[in-house]
């Protein structure tokens, strides 16, 4: 009798050490940090990645948000991503210009129509290729967002004409594709990291900057400048970029989950800037800023001295097929 007792007791303890072992389903919560507010395309694409992830896994992996650049500047979040202490991020290709150069094509003035050809461009081989580059520099692409074409913004004058830019000074991105085209029109530029361009416009450090009407509307900058001209002389990508350190630990099937998420992000960064196109004008009118157009074929013609250095950066060929793309 007590040799059998043993034997169960015995048997109680293996099993309750077997059922021990085996482990629970953990939540895992991933830090996403972003430049601009929960209030802008980046934020809506944070919002959509955060949901469609939360709905594929079962609430497996959980996005806590670190909007308005509460984790660094661009360069410092992308390098979070490399260091494995930022886990996701949505940029602009300002930033990546300094990990993956090839992505700076994209910033050439006045290579992109309208939105519908760079969607296109992005969406097709050329931009999948670029997708591919990233982990060779430590860094996993999810997908091409969008922020909008970019525009010009200062408090001292209207900019109707190249000339009328002369003498600006113009908050640019660390970006030499942008910095390169501005001095060709007499642009002083100023290269800054954006969580300290409010500060500069309130001082005068600087008379103006460059953002998609999706930026300008979201960082509320109507309250720090008086004049808007709709050069659109520059496309602005956006990207949702993920940490290797988690994406190469998943699973194909969280892999492909995580995909997803980030074309969800992408499509929901096209519609707030499809809306804002819409919307964004009217808005900026009433809260006090004069809008004008420009004579925009006179802009493209004023910067075209500096495409040989494009073409020697990127290839004469390459530059033109995404130019030409139909």
């Known amino acids: 009798m007590r040799k059998t007792w043993i034997s169960k007791c015995v048997l109680a303890v293996a099993m309750a050490g077997m059922f021990s072992a085996v482990p629970a389903v953990a939540e895992t919560t991933l830090k996403m940090a972003y430049a601009l507010s929960t209030n802008s395309h980046y934020g809506a694409g944070a919002d959509a990645f955060s949901k469609a992830l939360g709905a594929s896994t079962a609430n497996n992996f959980k996005v806590q948000q670190f909007p308005n650049s509460a984790l660094g500047g661009e360069r410092e979040v992308i390098e979070g991503l ?19 150069p090839k992505t700076g094509v994209f910033d050439i003035p006045f290579l992109f129509r309208d939105l519908a050809h760079a969607r296109k461009v992005l969406d097709g081989q ?12 430590g860094l996993v692409a999810l997908a091409w967002g969008e922020q909008g074409f970019r525009q010009l913004t200062n408090n001292i004058r209207p ?21 390169a085209a501005f001095r060709q029109l007499g642009v002083l530029a100023t290269p800054m990291a954006w969580p300290e361009v409010a500060t500069a416009l309130q001082q005068g450090t600087i008379d103006g900057q460059e953002n998609p009407l999706s930026v300008i509307v979201s960082a509320k900058l ?17 990207l949702v970029l993920m940490s290797p350190n988690v994406y190469n630990g998943l699973s194909d099937a969280d892999k492909a ?65 995404i130019r030409n793309t139909k």
Do not use: C
Request: proline fraction near 5%; charge should be neutral; avoid cysteine.
């Open 257 to 321: 989950k995580f995909q997803a998420a980030g074309h969800d992000a992408a499509i929901a960064m096209r519609d707030y800037v499809d809306a804002v196109e819409k919307s964004g004008l009217e808005e900026v009118k009433k809260q006090g800023m004069k809008v004008n157009t420009v004579d925009q074929a006179a802009f493209a013609k004023a910067v075209e001295p500096v495409y040989p250095q494009y073409y020697k950066q990127f290839g004469k060929d390459f530059v033109e097929s």
């Open 222 to 238: 109507p309250q720090l400048q008086k004049y808007l001209s709709l050069t659109a002389h520059v496309y602005g990508p956006a």
């Open 159 to 179: 900019v109707a004409k190249p000339e009328d830019a002369k003498g600006l000074k113009i908050r640019t991105t660390e970006n030499p594709i942008h910095i």
């Open 82 to 100: 490399q260091l494995g202490t930022i886990d996701v991020a949505i940029v602009s290709t300002g930033a990546t210009l300094n990990f993956v």
């Open 126 to 137: 050329i931009g999948k290729d670029m997708l591919a580059e990233f982990p060779k520099r």
